[in-house]
């Protein structure tokens, strides 16, 4: 006996009621008349409750007796499984009527690529048709990856789907504008007519999806490369001395620049010039350092016979009063106007404008002191003011 029939005949059975206690007389006819009873009443019982419904799953009917008193109970007897994303109706709590109709359908997985964009989706539609019209999706002009008539199974499928966009190209002083589905702005190009050569290019990357309204300009360029000589710096390296006086520097070997052969790559967009781009460098000649010597030998604070006098009115009157003054010849230069020689011809090292002007007014006393005030034959004088 089915499930269906042992819960009638438990209904029936909680239908029954005892009979009273009858007379000694009645004993025997007692139990043929509960027997009786018993059928007549167990047959009604199942006939009241036996319904006639018709349950459609995934839009195939059929009709078939049920027992159930609900739609809950009528998919568990005929082992009908639903879940999130299943669709039953009418609900599962609803009760059962003889000559009802119960519609159940299943949901099925979608991986669905819309216009580049990847989801996952559930339908209950059974078609590939059916399910873009549940999903909304505009399919005239479309691109799809599986017929419109293909069936969709419980295990779902995928589906690629790219919808009929307007794109507008700018390209060689024109503007076309082309309806497609393509998948990449390359293709979209072509289809309008549109070369790309060399290393054209377009505003956005050549390989991204195009988008409905959206404008591309195409970018002709033209490349070439230019090598260049460029000079390399050199290093100082300096080096304390203490046989110099402190401010003192002396370049003991000269720096000379390296050079060096740089790669650039020089394009032109459009007919437009762009800023070269490096590209890559090679070393022809290794730079080399310049090498100084730094005084630190303290200057002396006085010469004997010559602090007295007034040394910044001979400045003044010499350089006005300016350390790295340069006469027009070329020739006498810093403070008090010494030429080379006699400025080495009194311990200084390379020039005396290079000199701090501690050094200078120094040397200049020694100098007072070996000849007088002759070596300034105009501003002399200005020493005893």
């Not at 029936?12 to 009786?36: N, Y």
């Not at 505003?203 to 002709?220: C, E, Y």
Request: charged share 25%; net charge positive; proline share 6%.
């Amino acid at each position: 006996m089915s499930t269906s029939h042992r819960s009638g005949a438990r209904r029936a059975a909680r239908r029954r009621k005892a009979s009273p206690p009858a007379a000694e007389g009645l004993r025997r006819i007692v139990p043929q008349a509960l027997v009786v009873a018993f059928l007549a009443g167990g047959t009604s019982a199942f006939v009241a409750d036996d319904k006639a419904v018709q349950v459609s799953v995934d839009g195939v009917p059929r009709t078939l007796h049920t027992f159930a008193d609900d739609v809950e109970e009528l998919l568990a007897d005929e082992g009908l499984v639903v879940g999130a994303h299943d669709i039953v109706a009418p609900a599962p709590g609803t009760a059962l009527g003889s000559g009802d109709e119960i519609a159940v359908r299943y949901g099925r997985p979608v991986s669905l690529t819309l216009d580049g964009r990847r989801r996952q989706v559930w339908t209950t539609a059974r078609t590939v048709d059916g399910a873009l019209r549940q999903l909304g999706v505009r399919a005239e002009g479309a691109y799809l990856s599986v017929s419109r008539s293909a069936p969709i199974s419980r295990q779902g499928l995928a589906l690629d789907v790219r919808t009929e966009r307007a794109v507008t190209f700018l390209a060689d002083g024109r503007e076309r504008t082309v309806r497609t589905n393509a998948a990449t702005v390359r293709e979209a190009a072509e289809e309008a007519g549109i070369a790309l050569a060399g290393q054209d290019t377009t505003s956005v990357p050549l390989d991204s999806f195009p988008r409905d309204g959206q404008t591309v300009a195409v970018l002709r360029i033209t490349g070439t490369q230019e090598i260049r000589e460029e000079p390399v710096p050199f290093a100082v390296e300096r080096t304390r001395d203490p046989e110099l006086f402190a401010g003192t520097e002396l370049v003991e070997r000269q720096g000379v620049p390296g050079v060096r052969r740089v790669t650039y790559a020089l394009r032109t967009v459009n007919g437009v010039r762009q800023r070269p781009r490096r590209m890559g460098e090679e070393t022809v000649r290794e730079p080399v350092s310049q090498r100084v010597r730094v005084g630190t030998r303290p200057l002396p604070t006085s010469v004997s016979g010559a602090d007295g006098l007034n040394w910044g009115a001979l400045a003044a009157c010499e350089s006005g009063g300016r350390p790295t003054a340069v006469d027009p010849s070329g020739t006498y230069g810093g403070l008090y106007q010494f030429d080379p020689g006699t400025w080495r011809a009194l311990g200084g090292t390379g020039v005396a404008q290079n000199a701090p002007a501690a050094e200078q007014t120094f040397r200049a006393k020694k100098l007072y002191v070996q000849r007088g005030a002759s070596p300034w034959p105009h501003c002399g004088r200005r020493l005893h003011q």
